[in-house]
């Protein structure tokens, strides 16, 4: 039988083909070291959860939420927004809950899309920043994901080239998986270009927070008049240790907002309101929460970089996020990301995500989450200088699929 339209639409999952190996090895007692999915082990603090269960005991709070969410939560992410970036945002028109930042994204491109319309997007980057699209019947035109002087030569050619002009462009930085970060200066010039050519600007700004060093992620709201042309969705995921409890938000313009307010009402009653009571407590409370959160990741970040480096694999040092991102080891590079990422779980243990899942241009890459602690990431790195030091420095290597 054949696929569906919309799921004929979808690439194989490159996990489909690593999973089973790895579920495999563990069923054989191997303890697996899983740098792959950007899925936070760190225990969400104390007083968000105590404030979970307080809340949960009233029972008027077990009934529906509101799909926009509670009036409580929008204000502290506008509180948070004021604080954090300058930006003034009403919390009443400019501000909506979301299941997490992916789904604000998937709605948001259902909600503004229409069958044949053109979207910007970086490759390689977030699979839902071009499969939103794609699913709501659009067609995704790749740019750099590399916030650099090409960008904007980039920029100019995809929209005098483009047929329909764009409808908009998708920016994401500290971006995943490639860890980039922008400037605010880059974001003027991205902002006046989209009000020159009327195209609208999605940000997604999940790792705002993680960042390592004196440069502080800006918000392209920060720019004036960006909110005319751009919504930005942020997430509680990593910030706060909290990826299961799936809170984020979408702020900015007002046309934007309200369209995926209505699609969301169609869709959803918003989350579990005790998780919105602690989100916003999460939100208004001290961000010495945040501090620790980013230095536990900076000390990861360090051990793994100074511990492959040792292995015989140099990994850059990411500036933002929870990942690194770095080449397939030259010897390596012919098998492409996910044969040479099948390959290591079966001879090391440890598991990495394929580049080509991000898109096309990352096959020549891996990305590393920070998500396991720092023994852990020793270990992974000694499993690797074994493997290393087994293999030629140079010739071809035979892919797992034709190993026995």
Excluded at 111 to 129: E, F, S
Excluded at 201 to 219: G, H, N, Q, R, T
Excluded at 333 to 351: I, N
């Amino acid at each position: 039988m054949n696929d569906f339209h919309r799921i004929r639409r979808l690439p194989p999952y490159v996990f489909d083909h690593i999973n089973p190996i790895k579920a495999r090895l563990r069923a054989q007692g191997v303890d697996i070291i899983d740098l792959g999915m950007g899925n936070p082990d760190l225990p969400t603090p104390q007083p968000i959860v105590e404030k979970l269960q307080e809340t949960v005991k009233d029972s008027r709070t077990h009934r529906y939420s509101t799909s926009r969410g509670i009036p409580g939560l929008r204000k502290a992410q506008a509180s948070y927004y004021g604080r954090r970036f300058g930006v003034k945002l009403d919390p009443n028109t400019q501000v909506v809950a979301t299941l997490g930042s992916k789904e604000g994204f998937a709605n948001m491109a259902q909600a503004i899309t229409a069958p044949g319309d053109v979207v910007l997007v970086p490759n390689p980057t977030y699979p839902i920043h071009s499969f939103g699209f794609i699913m709501s019947g659009g067609v995704v035109r790749s740019m750099p994901a590399d916030p650099n002087e090409d960008f904007m030569r980039a920029l100019d050619r995809a929209v005098r080239h483009s047929i329909p002009k764009p409808i908009a462009l998708v920016l994401n930085y500290p971006a995943n998986p490639t860890a980039y970060t922008a400037t605010l200066d880059f974001y003027k010039e991205v902002v006046k270009y989209c009000k020159e050519h009327e195209i609208f600007i999605l940000s997604d700004l999940a790792y705002a927070e993680i960042y390592f060093d004196e440069d502080v992620p800006p918000s392209v709201l920060e720019v004036p008049g960006a909110i005319d042309i751009t919504v930005e969705f942020t997430s509680m995921s990593k910030t706060y240790s909290m990826p299961g409890w799936r809170v984020g938000f979408a702020v900015g313009n007002e046309r934007l907002i309200a369209a995926l307010a209505r699609v969301k009402s169609y869709l959803d009653y918003g989350a579990f309101t005790p998780i919105q009571v602690a989100a916003a407590t999460a939100l208004n409370g001290d961000d010495k929460v945040i501090e620790e959160v980013r230095n536990i990741y900076r000390d990861r970040r360090d051990v793994m970089v100074e511990s492959f480096a040792r292995a015989g694999w140099n990994i850059a040092s990411p500036k933002a996020t929870m990942f690194a991102w770095t080449p397939i080891p030259d010897q390596f590079a012919h098998l492409g990301s996910l044969e040479f990422a099948k390959l290591l779980v079966q001879e090391t243990a440890v598991v990495v995500s394929p580049g080509v899942g991000f898109g096309e241009y990352g096959d020549q890459y891996v990305r590393l989450a920070l998500v396991e602690n720092e023994q852990r990431i020793r270990q992974a790195a000694r499993n690797i200088k074994k493997f290393l030091a087994g293999r030629p420095s140079h010739g071809n290597v035979v892919p797992i699929t034709a190993a026995k």
